[in-house]
């Protein structure tokens, strides 16, 4: 796994050429990727979002794409349209931005939900259908969502099944005071986006992509990740509890982590770190514990700290 941990080091210190001060989010993120899947981020506007998606894509060397959501948004804009050509005579398939290997959703939860489920499909098999034509989207592939949890006013709250399709929901935060400054020196000659280049290919990144499923989980590890999970099924303050998609999202997540931290095997502190992104917006909190101030990220915490991680024995 040595090749995987060295293309992960050289994406991460590029991005945080940009992104200051945010390791584990940029870590995760890179997880997400290393295993085909998709990040929901969900943070209040001005804390770097699009320069995460952004600076993810240059240093990839890889398309990227935006897609500004708002209630007029229709799933052709998406997707792509087919467009009459006068001087063929036939139609021609323009695609949309949804068509590039890095696609930004910025304030997904803006859109329609008829907007919103055009997504769906590129997310879950990484194809657009257009006027019966499926067209198949290019290796890799991410959609990187963001929404603001404060301003709900004129927004489609995303459904479950929808939610189901991310693979991780994270946050960036406010920097430090000491990041913050730094960022501050860094911008004073210009944005450092603007002189960022690529340092992987995206054909280096799909062959980790295929690297990582060779990652060692040992019996003892899998049944410990199934039990977390299961713990949100049974847990009384919680209305609905993970499905099974999330035991393979923290399966997969929990190798690309091994992988990136340069290990051919997964230990129990993988499946932590990764559960919390995975688990908390699979679940529903119940009503009385939302009244008593009970969050999704505590009773996780809860539910990890409850289950005994295997040891290994001499």
């Known amino acids: 796994m040595a090749d995987v941990a060295a293309l992960s080091k050289r994406i991460i210190d590029n991005i945080e050429k940009v992104i200051v001060g945010k390791r584990r989010p940029v870590r995760l993120t890179l997880v997400a990727l290393l295993c085909d899947g998709h990040v929901l981020l969900e943070d209040v506007p001005g804390v770097a979002k699009t320069m995460l998606a952004r600076s993810l894509a240059t240093s990839l060397g890889c398309t990227f794409g935006r897609i500004q959501c708002t209630p007029d948004l229709l799933p ?3 997707t792509g349209v087919s467009v009459f050509n006068q001087k063929t005579t036939s139609f021609e398939f323009q695609p949309g931005p949804a068509m590039n290997q890095v696609v930004l959703a910025d304030e997904l939860n803006r859109a329609t939900p008829r907007a919103q489920a055009a997504l ?3 997310m879950a098999e990484s194809q657009v259908t257009v006027d019966g034509t499926t067209y198949e989207l ?3 592939f991410i959609v990187i ?3 603001n949890p404060i301003e709900h006013e004129g927004t489609f709250p995303l459904p479950e099944a929808q939610l189901d399709r991310f693979l991780m929901r994270l946050s960036i935060g406010y920097p430090s005071f000491t990041d913050e ?3 501050l020196e860094r911008l004073k000659d210009g944005h450092p986006l603007d002189d960022l280049e690529p340092v992987a290919s995206a054909d280096e990144l799909v062959a980790a992509q295929d690297a990582i499923r060779e990652v060692f989980v040992h019996e003892k590890v899998r049944q410990y990740l199934v039990r977390i999970v299961h713990g949100t099924r049974r847990h009384e303050e919680l ?3 993970a499905s099974p998609r999330a035991s393979i999202a923290i399966y997969r997540a929990s190798q690309a982590l091994a992988a990136l931290e340069n290990r051919e095997f997964v230990i129990p502190d993988d499946v932590k770190y990764v559960a919390e992104p995975i688990l908390c917006h699979r679940m529903i909190v119940g009503s009385e ?5 009970r969050t999704a990220e505590q009773i996780v915490d809860d539910i990890v700290s409850s289950v005994p991680a295997p040891v290994e024995k001499d």
């Open 289 to 293: 514990a939302r009244l008593r101030g």
């Open 239 to 241: 209305a609905l509890g």
């Open 145 to 147: 969502a963001t929404q």
């Open 181 to 183: 400054n730094e960022l």
């Open 76 to 78: 052709s804009d998406i």
């Open 138 to 140: 290019a290796e890799p």
């Open 120 to 122: 769906l499909e590129c």
